[in-house]
T-cell receptor, first 114, second 116 residues
Framework: AQTVTQSQPEMSVQEAETVTLSCTYD???????LFWYKQPPSRQMILVIR??????QNATENRFSVNFQKAAKSFSLKISDSQLGDAAMYFC???????????FGGGTRLMVKP | GAVVSQHPSWVICKSGTSVKIECRSL??????MFWYRQFPKQSLMLMAT?????????EQGVEKDKFLINHASLTLSTLTVTSAHPEDSSFYIC????????????FGPGTRLTVL
């Protein structure tokens, strides 16, 4: 069984600043994947970034990067140079190595102030 | 690539009627599709996993006779909400797993169901 916890229901950041969203997880699987998804007001789920647990190097996608601490079971998302379009719900998720179901955290609502 | 569509995007129905929601993978073959339910300001809750050509696997607490899932082809899965009631009103999202990319799911845009 997997559990994912996001301890920040809401976060706020000034435009052009940097913000970090927290996520912790628990899993009994030896190999797994971690994801951050963005859900804007349209409610379309958009993959932001993916991390394979067997990779030590933190994943990076343009302004988005993760801090993956495997021993601590922590997977935080850093958004640099925040833009108004980054305002959305962000969900952390995990899945087992068989690519089975995603387990989602409760979500963090990110607000970006102009 | 990796586009998933859902139809309809929204539907309003009367209590007691049945509603069918379609989920299609447009440019890839999806051996597995997932159905989620999302209440306002909440996270996604997995309802069931459907594999092409076999019966769906439902999560605990999900009534299989109320939420009928069919995955008849590698590009189409349907969710039928039978005898819908107001408490079934919700946002339903499907996702599909590309058989070539087993670690990633691609999400449809969702269907808003309102039962009067």
């Amino acid at each position: 069984a997997q559990t994912v916890t996001q301890s920040q229901p809401e976060m706020s950041v000034q435009e052009a600043e940097t913000v970090t969203l927290s996520c912790t997880y628990d899993t009994s699987e030896s190999d797994y994947y971690l994801f951050w998804y963005k859900q804007p007001p349209s409610r379309q789920m958009i993959l932001v970034i993916r991390q394979e647990a067997y990779k030590q190097q933190n994943a990076t996608e343009n302004r988005f990067s993760v801090n993956f601490q495997k021993a601590a079971k922590s997977f935080s998302l850093k958004i640099s140079d925040s833009q108004l379009g980054d305002a959305a719900m962000y969900f952390c998720a995990s899945s087992g190595n068989a690519g089975n179901m995603l387990t989602f955290g409760g979500g963090t609502r990110l607000m970006v102030k102009p | 690539g990796a586009v998933v569509s859902q139809h309809p995007s929204w539907v309003i129905c009367k209590s007691g009627t049945s509603v069918k929601i379609e989920c299609r993978s447009l440019d890839f073959q999806a051996t597995t599709m997932f159905w989620y339910r999302q209440f306002p300001k909440q996270s996604l809750m997995l309802m069931a996993t459907s594999n092409e050509g076999s019966k769906a696997t439902y999560e605990q607490g999900v009534e299989k006779d109320k939420f009928l899932i069919n995955h008849a082809s590698l590009t189409l899965s349907t969710l039928t909400v039978t005898s819908a009631h107001p408490e079934d009103s919700s946002f339903y999202i499907c996702s599909a797993r590309d058989r070539a990319l087993v670690f990633e799911q691609f999400f449809g845009p969702g269907t808003r169901l309102t039962v009067l």
